[in-house]
């Protein structure tokens, strides 16, 4: 079923996510409804979307780096890297950050560009993986639903400003 994505102002959205304790009907429930509910967002597209952004805090997120759904379950950090660099697409072209809970702003967001976790994929078993670049860039965004925290946090950490696209045209706005 698709699901409402909360407004960024929702206090649910800067909840700590609680561990998933076993995957049962509901959460498997919860996994379609997270994926039903990316594949149609189209204003802007979506590459991710976490349980916490339809009002589950619980660890759980999806992301689309190609093709197919990912799903992962208690993602848990094994390394990261210290490099930061904002991610770039395929002409080197630097990627701006969004969120589909503040639809239309992005920020230049640097990010560590190689992430490894471990994490449960919706059958229960077990991955390590490591993602690099952008794949690296919407996990760490993910992970950071999970925490209770928004790409504007990460923005205002860094010092960088939030643009509106609106219209076709970019405009800085105030944080």
Not at 112 to 137: C, M, P, R, V, W
Not at 152 to 160: A, C, G, P, R, T
């Amino acid at each position: 079923m698709i699901r409402e994505i909360l407004d960024a102002k929702d206090k649910r959205l800067r909840g700590k996510s609680k561990t998933v304790a076993v995957i049962d009907k509901k959460v498997q429930t919860l996994i379609k409804d997270l994926k039903d509910t990316l594949v149609v967002q189209n204003d802007p597209d979506g590459i991710g979307l976490a349980a916490p952004q339809i009002g589950k805090n619980i660890k759980i997120f999806v992301m689309k780096p190609g093709k197919e759904i990912k799903t992962v379950i208690n993602p848990e950090v094994v390394f990261i890297s210290k490099k930061k660099e904002q991610a770039q697409d395929d002409q080197k072209k630097n990627i701006m950050e969004g969120c589909l809970s503040l639809p239309h702003f992005y920020g230049n967001i640097k990010r560590s560009q190689k992430i490894k976790i471990k994490f449960l994929d919706e059958k229960g078993q077990a991955h390590i993986q490591t993602f690099n670049g952008l794949d690296a860039q919407i996990v760490q965004h993910e992970i950071d639903h999970l925490n209770g925290r928004l790409f504007i946090d990460e923005l205002i950490k860094q010092k960088k400003p939030l643009f509106e696209y609106k219209n076709g045209e970019w405009e800085e706005v105030e944080l």
